[in-house]
């Protein structure tokens, strides 16, 4: 069973970074694929990024490409999104995912099969 806890969200003014880190327990992120999720109030949760094959695979959502970058550290066993000239678009609760997935099924919700809590991201002046 692999657990997952993130952690780093809060309130940013648009413009900001945040960096949101995932710690992983139970199992080592290089064995699975580790993606992003965030759902904003109203509306269904979506995909944001996801990272595989130990850094050697990342997808990311049309939105956040060029602004969000995500990494893995292996000794820590923790996955890391880092989130720049954040939008108030961004807003929304942020949760990590583990699962088996294979490449064709990295931005698919459905594919991962534990998930964290989530971390709240307000981006607001």
């Known amino acids: 069973q692999v657990q997952l806890v993130e952690s780093g969200g809060g309130l940013v003014q648009p413009g900001g970074s945040v960096r949101l880190s995932c710690a992983l327990s139970?199992?080592?992120?290089?064995?699975?694929?580790v993606g992003w999720f965030r759902q904003a109030p109203g509306t269904e949760r979506e995909f944001v990024a996801a990272?595989?094959?130990?850094?050697?695979?990342?997808r990311y959502t049309d939105s956040v490409k060029g602004r969000f970058t995500i990494s893995g550290d292996n000794a820590k066993n923790t996955v890391t999104l880092q989130m720049n000239s954040l939008k108030p678009e961004d807003t929304a609760v942020y949760s990590c995912?583990?699962?088996?997935?294979?490449?064709?099924?990295?931005?698919?919700?459905?594919?991962?099969?534990?998930w964290g809590q989530g971390t709240q991201v307000i981006v607001s002046s």
């Open positions: 139970g199992g080592h992120f290089s064995r699975y694929g």
């Open positions: 990272i595989k094959s130990s850094g050697g695979e990342r």
């Open positions: 995912a583990a699962g088996r997935v294979i490449s064709s099924s990295m931005t698919s919700e459905s594919a991962y099969y534990w």
